[in-house]
């Protein structure tokens, strides 16, 4: 996706942001209703600097849905993280997302991935979302912005793009590039993910 620069201020920041639907909207596709996200984020003052390829994973658990589409945008915004996080979930509900299953089919999913360098709300909250069991992670949901997201690490489905965009980002807390971290995903984890 050829993107426009914007202009950038004193204060503006740089992050990612995962996008994903498994879901038609109307007359959309899973594909045009993300491609809809940007211009509602352009309205929220988030703008985007970069977008990977359009990449499928199939719905986890195995069997609960469609396929998904996703990708990985590099943003720019002078928005502070939990204004930010607003924005992305009224841009969601814009969309069509109700949130009514953790890890269910949904029309539009925009995770905040990584916001410059920090590390929210402090780094015992974050080790203690990144090392939960896979049973509580489907029960639970953070009350609180969790930076880096938690599970960046172990998804394919957000690393091949983010690698495809910025395979040299650096995490703020393990220190690993995207490409490093990539690599140390299981081979057939890694081909879980193909270009659309």
């Known amino acids: 996706m050829i993107v426009q620069p914007h202009k950038l201020t004193k204060t503006s920041r740089n992050g990612f942001i995962a996008l994903g639907s498994n879901r038609n909207y109307g007359n959309l596709g ?32 195995a069997g609960s849905g469609p396929d998904f589409v996703n990708a990985v945008a590099g943003f720019s915004t002078d928005l502070p993280p939990v204004d930010l996080l607003a924005a992305l979930h009224r841009v969601e509900q814009t969309l069509g997302r109700e949130r009514t299953q953790r890890w269910g089919a949904r029309t539009c999913d925009l995770d ?8 929210l709300p402090d780094l015992e909250t974050y080790h203690h979302w990144n090392r939960l069991d896979i049973g ?54 890694q081909q879980s993910v193909w270009k659309l």
């Open 136 to 189: 509580p992670q489907q029960q639970q949901t953070p009350e609180q912005l969790i930076l880096p997201h938690p599970r960046l690490a172990d998804r394919a489905f957000v690393l091949v793009p983010l690698c495809e965009i910025s395979p040299d980002w650096v995490h703020p807390v393990n220190g690993l590039t995207a490409k490093a971290l990539l690599a140390r995903l299981p081979a057939d984890l």
């Open 112 to 119: 905040l991935l990584a916001y410059e360098d920090l590390v």
């Open 30 to 61: 899973p594909i045009g209703l993300l491609q809809k996200v940007f211009s509602l984020l352009e309205a929220e003052s988030i703008y985007c600097e970069v977008q990977s390829s359009w990449y499928g994973s199939e719905a986890y658990p």
